[in-house]
């Protein structure tokens, strides 16, 4: 059988090198940034918020919690004094809310557009996938596969509404990693959510564990493609973290182990949405362990109070799939790039034309 030959990608994809976690990013680069983020009422999403409206930015929260949503929006006004923090109810599985959330983002923005998109609604429960019911019945009743159509469904909706609006961003360019945070705070960045669930099997959760293992399909097609958008795309992958998505039942399974700490996704995710310089990287945060790199590259876990270890709880997932490609895989993003080449001074100058009308307020939607 003929060998496959390979090759890499990274350069022509336009991917960032692997994260360097001991190499510090500025939160006040998110200062004059305009945040979407889904779900931000409660979890994780609360988290960004109170980061994100801390250090200076616009953030546009949509969760269909009316009531957390205001509250939380209220509280981080104050605790802040940034008055641009906006509560937008959203139902992320129906279009025309994400819809409705995304333009009402464009209408609060100070500049008028959006830097950065965070796909974060998401819920776990009880799964009817196993559990059609009374087996006696002459057909089963349709079941409620709510799981997906939040967490799937949802995020899908979300990132196609990120490649409409993201573009359109006036000021911003094409994402790159020679990119400098410091000066232009416009950005094209979209922020996916998966889950230690996209990487390992959740047993009794196949709906959640089938939606994040596709939220994680969907940023490895993605961050091999979205630099003809002139978007770049990371993706966050949180262990089980002390939030109220982990149920009771999942704390007793989990007794005896350890949970991961909210403060370290925030850390995550500000460090990918502060820096525009990180392309197509994903990140798992866990509980914080001591350990030690051998000369192999594996990491071995060492003692808590060891002074031969470094304690994190971040780590990056996926880092070298564009190291080596099929022909296939080249040929392809050979003909993306053919493709935007094409484009040239005359696709510029629409944007150009485009980006200013848009800010402008002529051909606003």
């Known amino acids: 059988m003929a060998v496959s030959t390979k090759y890499p990608l990274v350069d022509k994809i336009r991917q960032s090198p692997p994260v360097d976690l001991s190499i510090p990013y500025d939160p006040a680069w998110l200062k004059g940034k305009t945040i979407l983020i889904t779900g931000g009422a409660s979890g994780f999403g ?10 200076g930015a616009t953030v546009v929260i949509g969760d269909i919690n009316v009531q957390k949503g205001d509250s939380l929006v209220r509280n981080v006004q104050k605790e802040t004094g940034n008055s641009s923090v906006h509560f937008v109810h959203c139902d992320v599985t129906d279009w025309q809310s994400q819809v409705n959330l995304f333009k009402e983002a464009v209408r609060l923005s100070p500049h008028g557009g959006i830097d950065t998109v965070v796909a974060n609604a998401g ?10 019911g009374k087996l006696d019945a002459a057909e089963p009743p ?7 159509d939040v967490n799937l469904n949802g995020v899908l909706y979300t990132t196609h509404l990120a490649f409409f609006y993201l573009p359109r961003n006036p000021g911003s360019t094409d994402c790159n990693a020679s990119s400098d945070p410091t000066i232009n705070p416009r950005d094209r960045h ?6 230690i669930a996209s990487l390992a099997p959740i047993p009794i959760q196949p709906q959640y564990g089938a939606a994040k293992h596709a939220v994680l399909g969907l940023f490895r097609s993605l ?16 262990y089980f973290i002390d939030t109220p998505i ?15 700490k909210v403060e370290d996704v925030v850390d995550a995710a500000t460090r990918f949405t502060a820096d525009s310089r990180i392309l197509g990287r994903s990140l798992v945060i866990g509980p914080k362990l001591n350990v030690r790199q051998e000369e192999n590259g594996e ?12 304690g994190t709880a971040i780590w990056e997932a996926y880092a070298e799939d564009w190291e080596d490609s099929e022909a296939f895989c080249r040929n392809l ?13 005359v696709g510029w100058a629409k944007d150009i034309i485009g980006a200013v009308g848009y800010g402008l307020g002529f051909i606003r939607r």
Request: aromatic content about 8%; some cysteine; glycine content about 12%.
């Open 142 to 148: 349709k079941p409620d596969f709510k799981i997906i």
């Open 123 to 132: 819920i776990a429960g009880e799964d009817p996938l196993q559990k059609p």
């Open 333 to 345: 993003v050979g003909a993306l790039n053919a493709f935007q080449k094409t484009r040239g001074w």
């Open 190 to 195: 979209l922020l996916l959510l998966g889950s």
């Open 299 to 310: 990491w071995a876990l060492i003692a808590k109070d060891s002074p031969e270890g470094q």
């Open 223 to 238: 961050r091999s493609s979205s630099f003809v958008q002139g978007v770049r795309i990371n993706l966050l992958c949180p």
């Open 46 to 55: 609360a988290g960004f918020v109170r980061k994100w409206a801390a250090n």
């Open 246 to 260: 982990v149920t009771t039942g999942a704390r007793i399974a989990l007794a005896g182990g350890a949970l991961g």
